[in-house]
């Protein structure tokens, strides 16, 4: 199975390997690689997509231990990542959590970095309204282990109400242990806003954001936008918090749109 030894990590991924441009695909907090499987399937035959596990995720997640570590860390886990597989340059492609480590990459290490895509994701803090609902249900998921009640809860907020595929991703997220939970959360609540860093990112930016997005607000990444000197904006109408996963097409068509517009 392909995993890079860097940074002290064992990095589980997935190449397409072939000579396009280089898409690398980063996922949001619970998910992992797989939730790309839409972009990774419409893009593969004129691109290299690489599609990775981030820490205390998926199959890089040691389920006895997760070090402390920030997102600016798993930024230079991205770098190192396509040092690793030989990658110069590469279009980001990150979803809430993986676009708020795509960002710091872009900042920390821009030589690597062509383009950002930034699917439903902020420059800002969590909304301090949320955060005492979030800490709540993880206190109850570390000590008590995922009820159905709360998976339907996680559901919600990720991937909205009544799609398709949720039964693998509640399948999933039983599986998650109690010290990948609490560092990667902690990680999320800790990291710092890096909205007055915005203007020093300065390559191109498609930001795709879902309508009805309950974890992070349209609003937010709206100010996000506005902070990135080269950025539009995508509205996927109806969409959640995952909006690549839940409406593949109109995300793809940004994607396929914007990524057009590079070559």
């Not at 800002?124 to 009640?149: F, I, N, R, T, V």
Request: charged share 20%.
């Amino acid at each position: 199975m392909p995993f890079a030894p860097v940074n002290g990590q064992n990095l589980f991924y997935e190449d397409t390997g072939g000579r396009g441009p280089v898409i690398v695909f980063s996922h949001g907090l619970l998910m992992d690689h797989t939730m790309f499987a839409p972009q990774v399937q419409a893009l593969q035959s004129r691109f290299r997509c690489i599609s990775w596990d981030e820490r205390g995720h998926g199959q890089t997640a040691d389920p006895e231990h997760c070090a402390p570590f920030t997102y600016y860390d798993s930024a230079d886990d991205l770098a190192a990542l396509l040092k690793y597989l030989g990658v110069d340059k590469a279009v980001l492609v990150g979803m809430s959590q993986g676009g708020y480590l795509s960002l710091r990459c872009a900042l920390i290490h821009p030589e690597v970095v062509g383009a950002l895509v930034l699917i439903d994701t902020q420059a800002l803090l969590e909304d301090p309204e949320q955060m005492p609902h979030h800490e709540a249900l993880l206190k109850a998921w570390m000590e008590h282990g995922l009820s159905d009640d709360m998976a339907t809860m996680v559901e919600h907020i990720i991937l909205g109400q009544g799609w398709g595929g949720a039964a693998q991703w509640r399948h999933k997220w039983k599986q998650a242990t109690p010290v990948n939970l609490g560092q990667s959360f902690a990680t999320l609540a800790l990291r710092d806003d890096i909205s007055p860093r915005l203007a020093e990112i300065r390559m191109p930016a498609l930001v795709i954001h879902g309508s009805k997005d309950e974890a992070i607000a349209p609003e937010r990444a709206r100010a996000m936008f506005k902070g990135l000197p080269q950025a539009r904006w995508v509205d996927v109408v109806g969409a959640g918090h995952a909006s690549n996963l839940t409406h593949p097409e109109p995300v793809n068509a940004a994607l396929e749109e914007f990524l057009a517009g590079l070559h």
